[in-house]
């Protein structure tokens, strides 16, 4: 079975600083990867996937994710962040064949402030 | 609007009585997955299916659960005699027919308050 360790259940910044979300995981077998985000009264969306080729992968609204596998670390970083930034981000994976059953971290809550 | 659809949104509830929520997927997705998250907590899968078929259930759905996709659109989720650990947020999601990309579409879930 798989499993996921975000290592920070709550990361304050202040706007426009860098931020990192850490995330490691743990596998027998070869995995994708994925950033879900959920803003207050939201539901999850999808932020960004790892799923073959190039290990670094980024989102549309500045934020991107490096697959180490060495490190079974898929941490979510972002040079500048914003207020409307501010939300829950969760890790998770899938098995290649488990059919989109994600596995989810325990969550980090990024809150970005003036 | 045409995403994931999930009612009631809020259900209190005492303990012992049976409640029930129904998940529309978006419509061209025929796998429909329901997670349970509390408080602090990522979402846990309990079950999902394919078309009408359940294909897998998770051993955190205990016999009082039970889901149901009978013509392989909505859903529902029905808690029998429920308990205080009951009380979560209750989603569904929806996915592409290969499912291989792993996007999920999440509704906005319905919680549940057992007294």
């Known amino acids: 079975a798989q499993s996921v360790t975000q290592l920070d259940s709550q990361v304050p910044v202040f706007e426009e600083a860098p931020v990192e979300l850490r995330c490691n995981y743990s596998?027998?077998?070869?995995?994708?990867l994925f950033w879900y985000v959920q803003y207050p009264n939201q539901g999850l969306q999808l932020l960004l996937k790892?799923?073959?080729?190039?290990?670094l992968v980024e989102s549309i609204n500045g934020f991107e994710a490096e697959f180490n596998k060495s490190q079974t670390s898929f941490h979510l970083r972002k040079p500048s962040v914003h207020i409307s930034d501010t939300a829950e981000y969760f890790c998770?994976?899938?098995?290649?064949?488990?059919?989109?059953?994600?596995?989810f971290g325990e969550g980090t809550q990024l809150t970005v402030n003036p | 609007d045409t995403g994931v659809s999930q009612n009631p949104r809020h259900k209190i509830t005492k303990r012992g009585q049976n409640v029930t929520f129904r998940c529309d997927p978006i419509s061209e997705h025929n796998r429909l997955y329901w997670y349970r998250q509390t408080l602090g907590q990522g979402p846990e899968f309990l079950t999902y299916?394919?078309?009408?078929?359940?294909?897998?259930k998770s051993r955190l759905l205990s016999d009082r659960f039970s889901a149901e996709r009978p013509k392989g659109s909505f859903s529902t989720l029905e808690i029998q005699r429920t308990e205080q650990g009951d009380s979560a947020m209750y989603l569904c999601?929806?996915?592409?027919?290969?499912?291989?990309?792993?996007?999920?579409?999440f509704g906005e879930g319905s919680r549940l308050t057992v007294l």
């Open positions: 999601a929806s996915s592409f027919p290969t499912g291989l990309t792993g996007e999920l579409f």
């Open positions: 998770a994976v899938s098995k290649e064949t488990s059919g989109s059953r994600l596995t």
């Open positions: 299916f394919q078309n009408e078929a359940q294909l897998e």
């Open positions: 790892y799923l073959s080729g190039s290990t």
């Open positions: 596998s027998s077998v070869s995995v994708y």
